[in-house]
């Protein structure tokens, strides 16, 4: 006894990774690095850690610091990153 073959459907419209050069018209706008990466999660006030809020702030900038300098890099290998302005080249914080 043989089984009954299955039709295969095509998918209609652009496929999954969206190569449909009719939507891409404009280039990507180019991008800046945050100076305080972790100024929102801040601004929710300390983290709800009863005796560690001191130790959670930190670690929440330094994990919030690496993925802005993570972004900045991704970036800049793909030629988003906006130069900064001539004022604060030189600053060092």
Request: net charge negative; charged share 20%; no cysteine.
């Amino acid at each position: 006894m043989s089984r009954p073959r299955r039709r295969s459907t095509k998918p209609t419209g652009p496929d999954f990774w969206g190569h449909n050069s009719s939507i891409i018209d404009e280039p990507a706008p180019r991008v800046r690095p945050s100076p305080q990466p972790d100024a929102v999660v801040r601004s929710l006030g300390a983290p709800p850690l009863p005796g560690h809020e001191t130790a959670a702030e930190h670690y929440f900038a330094v994990v919030y610091g690496k993925a802005v300098g993570l972004a900045g890099a991704l970036a800049a290998a793909g030629g988003l990153l906006e130069p900064a302005p001539e004022d604060e080249e030189h600053q060092v914080n």
